[in-house]
């Protein structure tokens, strides 16, 4: 199967400027072009890419923030970690 450039961007949790980057570095390349020009890439390669399973496009992600604004604040950090 293969998936746009717009959908390779959301599995890897990168914009797609960087999918156009890596891409004329040699790092992670499509598959294939469309006639148009277009970058195909193969969801057995982004798997690989991850080194796990990845995620459905409609999946929903969550993501923790903790933060202290100095480092006599280390434990209230690590408590929120914890609680995170």
Not at 36 to 61: Q, S, V
Request: aromatic letters at 10%.
């Amino acid at each position: 199967m293969f998936v746009s450039i717009g959908e390779t961007a959301v599995l890897l949790g990168v914009a797609i400027i960087t999918l156009r980057r890596w891409d004329k570095a040699g790092a992670f390349c499509p598959s294939w072009r469309s006639p148009g020009l277009h970058r195909r890439y193969e969801m057995r390669k982004i798997k690989e890419f991850l080194g796990e399973t990845a995620r459905e496009p409609n999946e929903n992600l969550t993501i923790g923030y903790a933060r202290v604004s100095s480092f006599d604040q280390k434990e209230d950090l690590e408590r929120q970690a914890l609680r995170l």
